[in-house]
């Protein structure tokens, strides 16, 4: 199994509301990432968690909150987002053993803020 | 810090030419260096990579990069192109020393033509 998946695919979501995505992997890789990419533009690097513990945050603002509660599963809550966070965000997961360097990306979830 | 530039934000090219996509890189740091690539409303998969080693480096779909550290290039080739590669590509590189941060170029957008 070498996939990564997301849910869900896509998320539409008021600025007062709190909603959640799933990041999964069953690859036994021991480091996980958020990236935000906006349209026509690279990812941009949000959170690493590495060993289940966080250990990037590229300043993200308050309102995203991401948790790792086990080695295979990551989240990211958000909470009061604004229109301009809408977009694709992407998990990655790394550091297996055969190609620790190499990341692995998910299809996405595509947010949408009102 | 390290930066890498796609010199090209987007490339015609008609079915079953050659295609090159250009990719300069700048670190004070040894580093390792991917290509990837994005089609429509999907996440985003590794072509190849250069780790070390023959700086020629063959990836997955007929595509090539060649490692040129006096020039701190990584350019990718393709001798000829389907529909199918129709994409954006993007250039990345990381540290060899902490590979967890994977900074990218803005992307190179190739639309293939018959």
């Known amino acids: 199994d070498t996939e990564v998946t997301q849910t869900p695919k896509h998320l539409v979501m008021g600025m007062t509301n709190k909603k959640s995505l799933k990041c999964e992997q069953h690859?036994?890789?021991?480091?996980m990432y958020w990236y935000k990419q906006k349209a026509k533009k690279p990812p941009e690097l949000m959170f690493v968690?590495?060993?289940?513990?966080?250990?990037i945050n590229e300043s993200v603002p308050s309102r995203f909150s991401p948790e790792c509660p086990n080695s295979s599963l990551l989240n990211l809550h958000l909470h009061a987002l604004q229109p301009e966070d809408s977009a694709l965000y992407l998990c990655a997961s790394s550091q297996g053993r055969v190609e620790p360097m190499r990341q692995f990306f998910g299809p996405g979830t595509r947010l949408t803020v009102l | 810090a390290q930066s890498v530039t796609q010199l090209d934000s987007q490339v015609p090219v008609f079915e079953e030419a050659p295609v090159e996509l250009r990719c300069n890189y700048s670190?004070?740091?040894?580093?390792?260096l991917f290509w990837y690539v994005q089609y429509p409303n999907q996440g985003l998969q590794l072509l190849l990579k250069y780790l070390s080693g023959s700086t020629l480096v063959k990836g997955i779909n007929g595509f090539e990069a060649e490692f040129n550290k006096s020039q701190t290039s990584f350019h990718l080739r393709k001798p000829s192109v389907h529909i199918s590669d129709t994409a954006e590509y993007f250039c990345a590189v990381t540290r060899t020393d902490s590979w967890g941060k994977l900074q990218f170029g803005a992307g190179t957008q190739v639309v293939v033509t018959p």
């Open positions: 690859m036994g890789h021991r480091a």
């Open positions: 968690y590495s060993y289940e513990k966080l250990s």
């Open positions: 670190s004070s740091v040894s580093v390792y």
